[in-house]
């Protein structure tokens, strides 16, 4: 790991100043995932600054009957949430699917929809990874591509994004508030906040440098049966092969977004209007502009698998 200084923000504007220091400034909550890349020296910055001491950690009714979440509330915190389980169970569930306890306790709300993909070509710092290295190629393709993307992939990048948080955030509308280092503050939508890979897989979201996130917003509950689906290699501590989260309503309606097969939480609207026709319409319309490898083929029929277990599951 290569040297760094550090100092704690005690104000969101405080900690949009301290960023100014250096042009290799990072923003530091949990640290879950960014300790572990510069650790690899993936992420070497030269100044961290902590945002622990913000007062990011509440979680709040809106105006509008949502909840606002602080960007350093912990996962622990929100699965366990009183109306995060009452009102978006698909949500906690996603949550309680993820990682560890112990890692549960400590990442953040904004630092999980910020953590880097876990493509192991990105983490061999000896393999081409136009992600970890711009212009530099991707081992990826033609190589050993199980884990990585079926949909919205590109000649530059076939990774994932790792999140299950962000595939039920996706499913749910959810809304990302920032402030940015001129001290204006913007609302993204989540499903705008995550880039696909194009020519740019390097550029992963549409922060720009030094725009810090501030909550999170739900909008007000949705009603339904809330399910999360994981399939994965092993039963914990392991990262989605492919995930469904899905809000259903008893008619039949709904909307459902998929984890492990792309860039980002991969949902579409056409693809929602087709639930009350099943499985296999769905996830015909979601994949259609699929290109899987020889390796990750299988996904496509395990996610049309596990929409119908999701659907068997809400009609139960």
């Not at 989540?190 to 440098?209: K, M, V, W």
């Not at 996830?283 to 277990?309: G, S, W």
């Amino acid at each position: 790991m290569k040297s760094f200084t550090y100092e704690r923000a005690t104000t969101p504007a405080d900690a949009l100043a301290k960023a100014q220091k250096s042009a290799e400034t990072r923003f530091i909550a949990g640290g879950t995932n960014l300790l572990d890349l510069m650790k690899l020296e993936i992420e070497t910055p030269t100044h961290l600054v902590d945002l622990n001491r913000l007062g990011l950690k509440a979680i709040e009714l809106t105006a509008e009957g949502g909840l606002r979440i602080g960007a350093t509330v912990s996962n622990t915190q929100l699965a366990a949430d009183e109306r995060v389980r009452r009102d978006y169970g698909v949500l906690s569930r996603a949550l309680l699917a993820g990682a560890s306890g112990q890692l549960r306790n400590k990442a953040s709300t904004a630092g999980n929809l910020l953590q880097r993909t876990r493509c192991p070509y990105f983490y061999d710092t000896h393999q081409a990874c136009n992600k970890r290295q711009p212009g530099s190629g991707c081992a990826a393709i033609g190589g050993f591509s199980k884990q990585l993307a079926v949909v919205g992939v590109s000649d530059a990048c076939i990774a994932t994004h790792p999140s299950d948080m962000a595939v039920a955030m996706r499913v749910l509308d959810a809304q990302v508030e920032t402030l940015r280092p001129d001290g204006s503050k913007r609302v993204i939508p989540i499903a705008d906040f995550h880039r696909l890979p194009g020519n740019t897989p390097h550029i992963e979201t549409e922060l720009q440098r030094g725009e810090l996130i501030t909550a999170v917003t739900l909008p007000a509950p949705i009603g339904g049966t809330h399910i999360y689906r994981k399939v994965r290699d092993r039963a914990s501590y392991a990262f989605a092969l492919v995930s469904v989260a899905a809000v259903l309503q008893k008619d039949g309606r709904g909307r459902v977004a998929i984890g492990g097969v792309a860039h980002k939480p991969w949902r579409m609207a056409s693809a929602d209007a087709l639930l009350p026709r099943g499985s296999k319409a769905v996830a015909d319309a979601l994949f259609a502009q699929a290109k899987p490898t020889e390796h990750n083929a299988y996904k496509l029929p395990l996610v049309e698998r596990t929409l119908a277990a999701t659907l068997a599951q809400a009609r139960t």
